[in-house]
């Protein structure tokens, strides 16, 4: 499982990565890889206008919010 998170390094961003790997963590998922997209164009390409973006298996699950770790590991859940 390849895990994205889509955005420049903002404060919003840094949160989602952390609720991310929070999620990961709670999970005890182990087989998934977390990736940081920063360049605008790759940003662009996944059709997101606005950060954080958080991309599972190349379908974008989420757009212009911070989902709380609970949330991102019910996502991740329903993306496997």
């Known amino acids: 499982m390849i ?3 889509l955005g420049s390094g903002c404060a919003n961003c ?3 990565e ?3 790997k929070e999620a990961l963590a709670a999970s005890g998922i182990v087989d ?3 990736e940081k997209v920063t360049d605008y ?3 662009a390409a996944y059709g997101i206008m606005s950060t954080p973006g958080l991309v599972v298996d190349e379908r ?3 757009s212009g919010r ?3 770790a609970a949330e991102v590991a019910q996502l991740i859940a329903s993306a496997r």
């Open 18 to 20: 952390a609720n991310v």
């Open 41 to 43: 164009a790759d940003i």
């Open 60 to 62: 974008v699950l989420v």
């Open 3 to 5: 895990i994205k998170v």
């Open 32 to 34: 998934a890889t977390v």
């Open 14 to 16: 840094v949160r989602l």
């Open 66 to 68: 911070v989902p709380d």
